[in-house]
């Protein structure tokens, strides 16, 4: 078991009453709209955006988007803390490899979870990966959908932003950028081929 690292959480084990407020609560993602273009500091084939996150007992919560630039179906949604314990609270895969479970955890133990899975910590400050009801029951085609897949996250993480809506990403697109809904020719006459009566 790693400590302090990807499978163990001291922080979490020390103080899990503080960790079950920040989950159980209702928290609110600030940004609406999240621009993810601009790699991520610490693994710069991946690209990230970050927003913070209000919560009404606890400081220094921000949510994290991950997504690969040449395959958007490869993402991942996190919610951090920079007060509590610097580290991720929870997650979701997209993709990626199986998490194992370690032995002795409620119903998923030495089981090996595949993506798409979340992961939360247990009161034992260990990583747990799961899968919900409604994970499983979305469509295959949506489950590479960053904009639907954030809907089941903002539910199970109780995370949302104003009026229990959710964030909508555009990525590698500049904030305030709007494609054209048509390629318009310089001196073209939209109406050319229209006959009138």
């Not at 590479?144 to 229990?164: P, T, V």
Request: hydrophobic share 35%.
């Amino acid at each position: 078991m790693k400590k302090n690292g990807g499978d163990f959480c001291k922080e979490v084990l020390d103080d899990f009453a503080t960790y079950k407020v920040i989950m159980n609560e209702q928290k609110r993602i600030l940004d609406e709209t999240i621009h993810i273009n601009a790699n991520k500091k610490t693994r710069t084939d991946w690209l990230a955006a970050r927003s913070k996150i209000e919560h009404s007992s606890v400081e220094g919560i921000f949510f994290e988007v991950e997504v690969l630039p040449d395959n958007h179906r490869h993402f991942k949604f996190l919610i951090m803390a920079e007060g509590y314990s610097n580290k991720r609270l929870a997650r979701y895969d997209s993709a990626g490899s199986p998490h194992r479970n370690p032995a002795n955890s409620p119903h998923y133990s030495k089981q090996r979870i595949a993506p798409p899975h979340f992961h939360k910590w247990d009161d034992l400050g260990r990583n747990i990966a799961y899968k919900t009801e409604k994970l499983n029951s979305v469509k295959e085609e949506d489950l590479g959908n960053i904009n639907r897949i954030i809907i089941l996250f903002c539910e199970e993480m109780k995370a949302y932003c104003q009026h229990l809506s959710w964030p909508i990403f555009k990525i590698n697109e500049k904030p305030g950028s709007q494609l054209p809904m048509f390629e318009e020719e310089e001196n073209d006459d939209p109406l050319k081929n229209i006959k009138f009566k």
